[in-house]
């Protein structure tokens, strides 16, 4: 049986990838960070089958901070394929933790790249590294491809730029089969709650529900090329599945703005909103409400803008050309947008209704 070990493995795309290898006949092995609170809840379903079943899933302690820990943790596990998905990836704050953000986005990355060539794993071990559309930042080429310049508009992207140079170099220094996923924005009911995207989601549900009046949000004009994650995670691994190691686009070729996720979100509900005002004074109304169980009051303002959410560079717009995955590997996405949203938005309907119901 293959042996797997992910970095990351208590996040969105970690717990699906998880699932996704034991349904393949993997061992899977997660590295976690310790913490004073459990963070484990997009995995505990996995880690309870797994004690009943088969018990073909571990968890570790360590910390891509620490070089020690890493290298132990290699050593004993003598890994086939390790999947880097462990980052402090939000965006934002990266701005006010650049340091930390560059140690474990960056060096975090170098820390797994030498583990392997000093424990002499070059000819065993595949290495897949998270990237990100935030490479391309201040987009020099519309749709972004594998040969699409970078230009990184945050200490987070700028140290994705150095994880995937070092995966490069690595590669052709080590011979190492060690692969760049350049990951555009992927979404799901998994979905970390200070992103975007599930801020918008969880607030539409309080909004339904009755508990919160408004969503506070910062530029909607923002553009992105979003995917659901468990679609991403089984190109994460058709990458490592191939005869030789390179660096792949994952996106779905289309875009929609902050404002179009807004929408669609409401209209899960058949609720319409409009919106009115510019910049920092635009807000969202509702103009109609088609369901009698989710009545709101029509020209309520549901969404408003604050300064504090825009970042002090932004990136406007992100959308990927995946067609070298399509035609080398013959993936592609396979749920659409309106899906993953109304996804993302049914779930946190039903379990904070469930909890306001208890």
Request: glycine share 6%.
């Amino acid at each position: 049986m293959k042996k797997a070990l992910i970095t990351g493995i208590t996040g969105q795309d970690g717990s699906y990838l998880t699932e996704f290898l034991l349904d393949k006949g993997y061992i899977v092995h997660g590295i976690k960070r310790r913490t004073s609170l459990l963070n484990t809840d997009r995995i505990d379903h996995i880690y309870v089958d797994q004690l009943i079943n088969k018990n073909n899933f571990f968890l570790h302690y360590g910390d891509l901070s620490d070089s020690l820990s890493i290298f132990n943790l290699m050593k004993k596990i003598q890994p086939d394929e390790i999947y880097n998905l462990a980052a402090m990836s939000h965006v934002k704050v990266s701005f006010e933790i650049p340091e930390y953000t560059s140690d474990i986005v960056g060096l975090g990355t170098l820390r797994i790249l030498e583990a392997i060539r000093l424990l002499g794993f070059e000819q065993k071990t595949k290495f897949y590294q998270a990237s990100s559309s935030e490479l391309y930042g201040l987009v020099q080429e519309v749709p972004q491809k594998e040969s699409t310049p970078f230009y990184p508009r945050s200490p987070y992207a700028v140290s994705k730029l150095y994880s995937y140079w070092m995966v490069v170099n690595y590669r052709e220094a080590y011979h190492m089969f060690a692969c760049n996923g350049i990951l555009f924005n992927h979404e799901s009911p998994r979905r970390g709650e200070t992103f975007v995207t599930r801020k918008i989601s969880i607030g539409v549900a309080k909004i339904i529900i009755g508990v919160e009046d408004k969503i506070v949000l910062g530029n909607l004009d923002a553009k992105r090329d979003w995917g659901h994650a468990k679609d991403y995670v089984e190109m994460m691994w058709e990458i490592l599945q191939q005869d030789s190691p390179e660096d792949w686009v994952i996106s779905t070729g289309k875009t929609h703005s902050v404002r179009d996720f807004l929408k669609e979100s409401f209209k899960v509900f058949e609720i319409e909103i409009e919106f009115q005002g510019k910049g920092i004074n635009e807000v969202a109304l509702v103009k109609e409400c088609k369901n009698s169980n989710y009545q709101l009051e029509i020209g309520k303002k549901i969404v408003e803008i604050s300064k504090k959410y825009f970042r002090p560079t932004e990136v406007e717009l992100l959308i990927g050309d995946s067609s070298k995955a399509k035609e080398k590997i013959g993936w592609e996405p396979k749920v659409e947008f309106k899906e993953l949203v109304k996804d993302m938005v049914t779930s946190d309907f039903k379990n904070l209704s469930k909890k306001n119901n208890e």
